[in-house]
């Protein structure tokens, strides 16, 4: 356990749903994921929208409640069963695990300067004791964020998105924390800016040791950021493997589809492409068998009938498919 930092074991996140006194209709957001996330290691999920991956990472910060299974935090310094934390281990567990916004232009408040927004965590957790402490820890975030003194003067009007951005990074780590859910955080700027938020990304997590879930819809931002990477679908995982297995051979037809979906420099690469058509099904009426062979073009019978389970083998890459060994094979022919 002790590489480990967060241990989901069969966490389950419902909602109830509907009115009246008898509505006992639950919306299942998250449905029995079990993950491990290592300390210091970025990890991604990935996912269309409607997939569960904003709800699994507000669990894993106990910002939803866990309706099923747990997790487990571990740093070293103290240990929280996420599903039973306590007033004041959550008030604790707040310091130690804190979100990056996606949109940094609603994330930050017009009327505070940014010294005040990076400063606001420690005044309301009581981390520093006086004023100057406060502005110290402040300037050191900023410089580690690529801020400087006269930014820290200004409102958030006068900064671009990716500076903002910056400024959202500043606030969630001035509590130092250890473990870091930035959620599609790169997603709502431009292209050009996005390679820069993630490069800083990056070495905020080599320089401070920070553990990142990093939550996106994008596969090829998940390979720039990430060291292993989950698939969702439909609030199961499907897929979970280190980038680099993923990348040189995802197995399953949702993830494959997901990789076709990232555009190729080279005009002549079309390789195997698995169009994804159809919507996500509503978590509300949710197929029987495998939640995907609604959209799968590989389903067949058994697939409809029967939920396949996600199967490990010993490198870490793990599969929810009956099929995919069979259509590895086929591909490979
Ligand atoms: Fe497709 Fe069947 Fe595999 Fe589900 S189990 S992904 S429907 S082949």
Redesign the pocket.
């Known amino acids: 356990m002790s590489d480990i930092l967060i241990r989901a074991k069969s966490l389950s996140v419902g909602f109830p749903i509907g009115s009246g006194l008898f509505s006992k209709q639950i919306l299942k957001a998250v449905d029995d994921v079990s993950l491990d996330i290592e300390k210091g290691s970025v990890f991604g999920l990935v996912g269309e929208s409607g997939s569960g991956k904003t709800t699994l990472g507000r669990a894993l910060l106990k910002a939803v409640p866990i309706t099923g299974g747990g997790a487990h935090y571990s740093d070293g310094e103290v240990e929280y069963d996420l599903e039973n934390i306590t007033k004041n281990q959550l008030k604790d567990y707040r310091k130690r695990a804190q979100l990056i916004f996606q949109d940094p232009y609603a994330a930050l408040s017009p009327r505070m300067t940014v010294r005040d927004i990076i400063a606001e965590p420690l005044e309301v957790m009581g981390l520093t004791k006086t004023r100057q402490e406060t502005d110290k820890r402040v300037r050191e975030i900023a410089a580690k964020c690529r801020l400087n003194l006269e930014h820290l003067r200004r409102f958030p009007h006068a900064f671009s998105g990716g500076q903002r951005q910056r400024i959202s990074i500043a606030r969630a780590l001035v509590s130092a924390p250890n473990f870091i859910v930035a959620d599609e955080s790169v997603a709502a700027l431009d292209v050009s800016i996005q390679a820069d938020v993630l490069n800083l990304l990056k070495q905020i997590q080599s320089d401070m040791g920070v553990t990142f879930m990093f939550i996106s819809h994008d596969l090829s931002v998940v390979a720039h950021t990430c060291d292993h990477v989950a698939v969702m679908y439909l609030g199961r995982l ?1 897929e979970t493997a280190p980038t680099r297995k993923l990348f040189e051979a995802a197995r ?3 993830t494959r589809a997901l990789f076709s979906a990232i555009p190729s420099l080279d005009p002549d690469d079309r390789g195997a492409v698995q169009k994804l058509t159809g919507e996500i099904p509503s978590p509300t009426n949710q197929p029987s ?5 609604t959209r ?5 019978d ?3 009938q029967v939920e ?1 389970q996600l199967e490990i083998d010993g490198a870490g890459h793990a599969v ?5 060994k069979e ?1 590895m094979a086929t591909q490979a022919a």
């Open positions: 499907v399953h037809p949702y068998g495998c939640k995907f062979h799968c073009p590989h389903a067949i058994h697939c409809k396949p929810s498919c009956h099929r995919w259509l």
